[in-house]
């Protein structure tokens, strides 16, 4: 038997590839959320940084707002905002609309998280659960935000900031209660995986890229992927969440693959190798060091063996020695529904 019937009253901050994926998602399981969840959902406001943002309590036109966004049209019936206005739209949403869950979706700010953190602070602050697929709050203000969350009784998931739709944070959270995680070593960037593949196959640098770049995996400023930052973020986000840290991106030692030639492949090619972009992070005196760098590995490494968008993240572990947790299949849809999984997550907690 279906539970009782639970409304969800949903704010996107942030429409871009990862959002529309998620609107579009929704509706595509709205049978399996009634059904095995007892939820329904309206989507009441849709902020943006330059198409404008619009919101009604009683939920926006979304599959207009879709279309307008895919068209590269402003939002239809949105009122125009420049970049910035986001925090004083959440504020007036949380004012307007009790138990609002906000799922924020802006790009990765790498010198600061900012505006997302102020999105989700203002977020919580208003009485909201918060949900994001954008590491920068993870990796700048983990300690802060969740504390945060904490002291109001609201939560704050992220389950889509590594390995999209892959339970990692959840996967801990839920299923390893007092086991301690000692170290973190992983492939957490499928742009520069998929590079690297390809630059195995023939192919240029810049011709892979593009490839993702199109298909809308890559960053919006493709160097946050080339140079290290996004697996720099996500593996000071793991470091923060799983080994106490109080890292920012900026304290990962870091090397992108942009140094990376098409004779170096092949090198290692030619040696039953591969390189690979490998971020890990350990407890160390007291602390946390971390680093993201190219690395040449033997075939038999399980990370040599991830080809295009395959990630995989390895947990070293007191109790349970080392866990592989692989991800054959990435993209949009994981990551969108991983933002699903993180709402599922609060309408149960809201239940109990
Ligand atoms: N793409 C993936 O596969 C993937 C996977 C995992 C995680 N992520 C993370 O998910 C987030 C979204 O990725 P995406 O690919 O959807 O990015 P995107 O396509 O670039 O979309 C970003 C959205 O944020 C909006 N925005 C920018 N500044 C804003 C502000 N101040 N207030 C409100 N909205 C603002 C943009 O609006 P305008 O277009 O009007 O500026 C756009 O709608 C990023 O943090 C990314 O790192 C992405």
């Known amino acids: 038997m279906a539970p009782a019937s639970l409304e969800l009253r949903i704010l996107l901050v942030g429409f871009g590839n990862v959002a529309r994926r998620f609107a579009r998602l929704l509706g595509e399981r709205e049978a399996e959320l009634r059904g095995r969840e007892g939820l329904v959902y309206q989507i009441v406001g849709i902020s943006t940084g330059h198409h404008g943002y619009t919101f009604s309590a009683w939920g926006v036109d979304v599959a207009s707002a879709l279309s307008a966004r895919e068209a590269g049209q402003p939002l239809p ?9 986001s925090v004083e739209f959440i504020r007036r949403a949380c004012a307007e609309c009790r138990d609002l869950i906000v799922v924020e979706t802006t790009p990765l700010d790498v010198r600061s998280g900012q505006p997302a953190i102020d999105h989700i602070r203002t977020a919580l602050e208003g009485g909201a659960d918060v949900v994001t697929a954008n590491k920068g709050p993870v990796a700048f203000a983990y300690r802060e935000l969740q504390a945060l969350a904490d002291g ?58 593009r490839e993702m770049q199109q298909a809308g995996i890559a960053e919006a400023d493709s160097s ?38 098409n004779d170096d492949v ?10 690979r972009l490998v ?3 350990e407890r160390h005196g007291g602390g946390v060091v971390a680093r993201v760098q190219p690395q040449t590995l033997g075939l ?24 592989a947790i ?10 969108a529904y991983a933002l699903l999984s993180d709402l599922v997550r609060i309408a149960r907690r809201r239940r109990r």
């Open 224 to 261: 946050l992927d080339v140079e290290g930052w996004d697996a720099a973020a996500k593996i000071a986000a793991l470091s923060n969440v799983f080994l106490d840290g109080q890292l920012t991106p900026h304290d990962v030692e870091r090397q992108g693959i942009t140094g990376i030639t």
């Open 152 to 209: 109001r009784g609201r939560s704050f998931l992220f389950e889509g900031t590594v390995m999209d739709g892959i339970p990692i944070f959840n996967l801990v959270r839920e299923t390893l209660p007092a086991v301690r995680i000692n170290a973190v070593r992983g492939v957490v960037n499928s742009t520069t995986n998929h590079i690297l593949t390809e630059m195995e196959r023939g192919k240029t640098l810049d011709v892979a890229l």
């Open 266 to 275: 092949e090198r290692a090619k030619d040696k039953d190798q591969r390189i």
């Open 326 to 335: 692989t991800q054959l299949d990435g993209g949009l849809t994981q990551t």
């Open 300 to 323: 038999d490494s399980p990370l040599a063996r991830l080809v295009s968008m395959q990630n995989a993240l390895i947990l070293s572990t007191d109790l349970l020695g080392d866990i």
């Open 279 to 281: 971020a890990e992070a």
């Open 77 to 85: 019936s949105g009122t125009k905002s420049a970049a910035g206005n």
